[in-house]
């Protein structure tokens, strides 16, 4: 079992910068993908992008693509996205999310941090 607790959320202007964290507890994360989620008010739930554990492989949106940045830190068993050039339409809750790296769905969400970006 892994448990994920989502941190580093707040109020940024436009063009500003914020870094979440996803820390896991429970388990390793070996063989497992750590997605990145937002959803804004009144909007689907969107995926950010993602990271291979094991492989440091990344995935993103092509929303964020070039602004944002997933990375981990095996020693704290924890996950981080590095958002830069925020926009007002970056805002939403973000989660994040784990998945055993041979299955399609998450089975594991954490309970998300609110961004919110001022223009």
């Known amino acids: 079992q892994v448990q994920l607790v989502e941190s580093g959320g707040g109020l940024v202007q436009a063009g500003g910068s914020l870094r979440l964290s996803c820390a896991a507890s429970g388990r390793t994360l070996s063989n497992y993908y750590i997605g990145w989620f937002r959803q804004a008010p009144g909007k689907e739930r969107e995926f950010v992008g993602g990271i291979a554990w094991d492989s440091s492989g990344t995935n993103y949106a092509n929303s964020v693509k070039g602004r944002f940045t997933i990375s981990g830190d095996n020693a704290k068993n924890t996950v981080y996205l590095q958002m830069n050039s925020l926009q007002p339409e970056d805002t939403a809750v973000y989660y994040c999310?784990?998945?055993?790296?041979?299955?399609?769905?998450?089975?594991?969400w954490g309970q998300g941090t609110q961004v919110t970006v001022s223009t």
């Open positions: 999310a784990s998945r055993f790296i041979l299955r399609r769905d998450y089975d594991y």
